[in-house]
Antibody, heavy 128, light 106 residues
Framework: QVQLQESDPGLVKPSETLSLICTVS????????WSWIRQPPGKGLEWIGH???????NYNPSLKSRVTLSVDTSKNQVFLKLTSVTAADTAVYYC??????????????????????WGTGTTVTVSS | SSELTQDPVVSVALGQTVTITCLGD??????ATWYQQRPGQAPVLVIF???NRPSGIPGRFSGSTSGNTASLTITGAQAEDEADYYC?????????FGGGTKLTVL
């Protein structure tokens, strides 16, 4: 059973860079997308972006200028860097394994994308 | 940009059927995915694709789509189904989440 574990940076100061690691156990990261999602206190989920195991990325347009995702297949790890953080970046950060597929539904090709395994999340607080 | 709209709060009597809806233009091309999140826990995948349940998700959960509306139906709601439910789908920019629906089981 694949497991995901996010690192714990704890407190990050405003204007600094948040760095997180997602370590994947009991399975290879090959063949999958790996997403980062965050949830501010008391609020909903926000997709940050994903990276394919080969290195191609897709980012939330609202965060694109500040986010970089990368992978290390040899260590089975996925990395998130978020620059110039503010209090608005305070949230629980999750990594999740992601897949996408498509099928012919009546006369239309429908796509779907889902995150089937999630880490437990790590709380990041931005404060001086 | 695209959005996914959910009712913030829905309630259901124990054992009854409830439907949670999600509206968005992206749903005409992408099936909605549904996640359940209990307080203090990570989200859990409950429905993906046309109407697929991961292993371990009870059969009382089902999904459907019509036009720009996706629905998650719980047939015979149980006390443990009380949670936040989020719909999600891809769009041209990446991936979207709805604002979430808090389900209360009375």
């Amino acid at each position: 059973q694949v497991q995901l574990q996010e690192s714990d940076p704890g407190l990050v100061k405003p204007s600094e860079t948040l760095s997180l690691i997602c370590t994947v156990s009991d399975d290879s990261i090959s063949g999958y997308y790996w997403s980062w999602i965050r949830q501010p206190p008391g609020k909903g989920l926000e997709w940050i972006g994903h990276i394919y195991y080969s290195g191609s990325t897709n980012y939330n347009p609202s965060l694109k200028s500040r986010v970089t995702l990368s992978v290390d297949t040899s260590k089975n790890q996925v990395f998130l860097k978020l620059t110039s953080v503010t209090a608005a970046d305070t949230a629980v950060y999750y990594c999740a394994r992601s897949l996408q597929n498509s099928l012919l539904d009546k006369y239309q090709i429908m796509f779907y994308y889902y995150m089937d395994v999630w880490g437990t999340g790590t709380t990041v607080t931005v404060s001086s | 940009s695209s959005e996914l709209t959910q009712d913030p709060v829905v309630s259901v009597a124990l054992g009854q059927t409830v439907t949670i809806t999600c509206l968005g233009d992206s749903l005409r091309t992408y099936y909605a995915t549904w996640y359940q999140q209990r307080p203090g826990q990570a989200p859990v995948l409950v429905i993906f694709g046309r109407n697929n349940r991961p292993s371990g998700i009870p059969g009382r959960f089902s999904g459907s789509t019509s036009g720009n509306t996706a629905s998650l139906t719980i047939t015979g709601a149980q006390a443990e189904d009380e949670a936040d439910y989020y719909c999600s789908s891809r769009d041209s920019s990446g991936n979207l989440f709805g604002g979430g629906t808090k389900l209360t089981v009375l």
